[in-house]
């Protein structure tokens, strides 16, 4: 098989991999200031290319974002994508290169910062797999084009790098590949047709009141009290008001408002998400938000809420036709019993910003991160949900191998499976 032959140099470049996701994980940045990664995504695409003739790199993207193409041949073009930044969560993984790094975020807070969602993963194993296909040229024809994306956990990178042109930047793909490390069985993946991941709208609702003291709450409109009856107002939504056949979630995140204890404050913020896997339900459900936030104010006697929408994220839906060419292509590298279904969340994820960009087919597919035998066991009793940290957590913290080696292995099968020339 091409795809074996070119695989057959993966225990050669294991120790780079395994010390450039070291490096990684122990040196994250937030969105939009992945400026180290990019630097090192850079360095590492030179460093395969020394006399600059195999890619075409491109950087500043969408802000950190970096792209490089390989032309290796008529053949189809095959766009294969690795977010790029960390979250602001102080690690407690305890691993000899765990994050240590605190840093300044856009509203001028010192945060900490991890790699708490895997990206280093990503972009570790992306590098790993445009080396081995690089140097293994003479087994494949056709196009690769690498995508380094910043700011997926702010929804707005993908986004960001189709605004700043990177239709135009690089070949139209044929096919989008991308994958994610996720809480399962190290050397297994994930992979489904259809959605697998959820739309994301999120929602600001201001809401007026009139200020005053708080030993008189008869004489002011109290916007605390309006925004606590609005939440839970907000949960019937819905239970009530969205059809039981359908799939959807709404969360209020985040309330903001006064200053001190005895003051009744002016105003009063509340930021949540609505998630779903049909667009109609989320427009639903982001109508019956305003009109309820409008009857509430209009209950509490006070003028008009400001109910704005922003960061939207489209489901992730797998093409059926790609997603059956990468199922079969994985089950042939790692078994098929390390292929297991993706389950559907309400997750959300950009990557499909990128291959929407185009109108063309996409598969996403998701890779283990932990024990295998560990996995088994806890999987045995039911508790692997409460047993191993999920993304986002301080203690997420993949084990090394064979993660690594199957985040790249599962990129170059899946990639092959495209571009790949059958064997004499």
Same mark, same amino acid.
């Given at each position: 098989?091409?795809?074996?032959?070119?695989?057959?140099?993966?225990?050669?470049?294991?120790? %780079?991999?395994?010390?450039?996701?070291? *490096?990684?994980?122990?040196?994250?940045?937030?969105?939009?200031?992945?400026?180290?990664?990019?630097?090192?995504?850079?360095?590492?695409?030179?460093?395969?290319?020394?006399?600059?003739?195999?890619?075409? &790199?491109?950087?500043?993207?969408?802000?950190?974002?970096?792209?490089?193409? @390989?032309?290796?041949?008529?053949?189809?073009?095959?766009?294969?994508?690795?977010?790029?930044?960390?979250?602001?969560?102080?690690?407690?993984?305890?691993?000899?290169?765990?994050?240590?790094?605190?840093?300044?975020?856009?509203?001028?807070?010192?945060?900490?910062?991890?790699?708490?969602?895997?990206?280093?993963? *990503?972009?570790?194993?992306?590098?790993?797999?445009?080396?081995?296909?690089?140097?293994?040229?003479?087994? %494949?024809?056709?196009?690769?084009?690498?995508?380094?994306?910043?700011?997926?956990?702010?929804?707005?990178?993908?986004?960001?790098?189709?605004?700043?042109?990177?239709?135009?930047?690089?070949?139209?793909?044929?096919?989008?590949?991308?994958?994610?490390? @996720?809480?399962?069985?190290?050397?297994?993946?994930?992979?489904?047709?259809?959605?697998?991941?959820?739309?994301?709208?999120?929602?600001?609702?201001?809401?007026?009141?009139?200020?005053? !003291?708080?030993?008189?709450?008869?004489?002011? &409109?109290?916007?605390?009290?309006?925004?606590?009856?609005?939440?839970?107002?907000?949960?019937?939504? &819905?239970?009530?008001?969205?059809?039981?056949?359908?799939?959807?979630? @709404?969360?209020?995140?985040? &309330? #903001?408002?006064?200053?001190?204890?005895?003051?009744?404050?002016?105003?009063?913020? @509340?930021?949540?998400?609505?998630?779903?896997?049909?667009?109609?339900?989320?427009?639903?459900?982001?109508?019956?938000?305003?009109?309820?936030?409008?009857?509430?104010?209009?209950?509490?006697?006070?003028?008009?809420?400001?109910?704005?929408?922003?960061?939207?994220?489209?489901?992730?839906?797998?093409?059926?036709?790609?997603?059956?060419?990468?199922?079969?292509?994985?089950?042939?590298?790692?078994?098929?019993?390390?292929?297991?279904?993706?389950?559907?969340?309400?997750?959300?994820?950009?990557?499909?910003?990128?291959?929407?960009?185009?109108? #063309?087919?996409?598969?996403? %597919?998701?890779?283990?991160?932990?024990?295998?035998?560990? %996995?088994?066991?806890?999987?045995?009793?039911?508790?692997?949900? *409460?047993?191993?940290?999920?993304? !986002?957590?301080?203690?997420?913290?993949?084990?090394?191998?064979?993660?690594?080696?199957?985040?790249?292995?599962?990129?170059?099968?899946?990639?092959?499976?495209?571009?790949?020339?059958?064997?004499?």
């Amino acid at each position: 098989m091409s795809t074996s032959a070119v695989l057959a140099a993966l225990p050669a470049v294991r120790p %780079w991999l395994e010390d450039l996701y070291r *490096h990684l994980h122990a040196h994250p940045e937030l969105s939009m200031a992945e400026h180290g990664t990019a630097a090192r995504v850079v360095e590492e695409l030179r460093a395969m290319d020394p006399d600059g003739t195999a890619f075409e &790199i491109g950087t500043g993207l969408g802000g950190t974002g970096v792209t490089a193409v @390989l032309l290796n041949g008529e053949g189809p073009t095959v766009l294969v994508r690795a977010d790029m930044d960390g979250l602001p969560v102080a690690e407690d993984t305890g691993l000899e290169y765990a994050s240590t790094v605190t840093t300044m975020n856009a509203a001028g807070e010192q945060v900490p910062v991890m790699h708490a969602c895997g990206h280093d993963t *990503h972009v570790a194993t992306l590098l790993a797999s445009v080396r081995l296909l690089l140097a293994g040229r003479e087994h %494949w024809s056709g196009t690769l084009v690498a995508v380094f994306q910043p700011a997926e956990e702010q929804f707005n990178g993908a986004e960001a790098m189709v605004a700043q042109g990177l239709v135009d930047a690089v070949p139209r793909p044929d096919v989008a590949l991308g994958q994610h490390v @996720l809480p399962g069985p190290a050397g297994s993946v994930q992979v489904a047709a259809g959605p697998i991941m959820a739309s994301c709208d999120d929602f600001r609702v201001t809401l007026y009141g009139k200020g005053g !003291h708080g030993s008189a709450p008869h004489t002011a &409109i109290d916007p605390v009290v309006m925004a606590a009856s609005l939440v839970m107002r907000l949960q019937t939504v &819905i239970a009530r008001q969205v059809s039981p056949q359908a799939t959807a979630v @709404l969360t209020v995140g985040r &309330i #903001v408002a006064g200053t001190k204890t005895n003051i009744i404050p002016e105003h009063a913020v @509340l930021e949540g998400t609505v998630r779903t896997y049909d667009d109609a339900v989320a427009r639903h459900c982001l109508e019956v938000i305003e009109r309820t936030a409008r009857a509430e104010a209009l209950a509490w006697g006070a003028p008009d809420p400001l109910v704005e929408t922003f960061d939207h994220l489209p489901v992730t839906d797998n093409s059926p036709d790609a997603t059956a060419v990468v199922r079969a292509a994985l089950g042939a590298e790692l078994g098929a019993g390390q292929v297991r279904d993706f389950t559907p969340e309400m997750g959300s994820e950009d990557f499909s910003e990128l291959p929407n960009a185009w109108g #063309v087919p996409y598969c996403y %597919w998701g890779f283990g991160a932990f024990d295998a035998d560990a %996995w088994a066991a806890a999987e045995a009793r039911g508790s692997e949900r *409460h047993d191993f940290p999920d993304n !986002h957590s301080s203690h997420f913290a993949p084990e090394l191998q064979p993660t690594l080696d199957t985040g790249v292995r599962a990129m170059v099968a899946a990639t092959m499976a495209w571009v790949g020339r059958p064997q004499p």
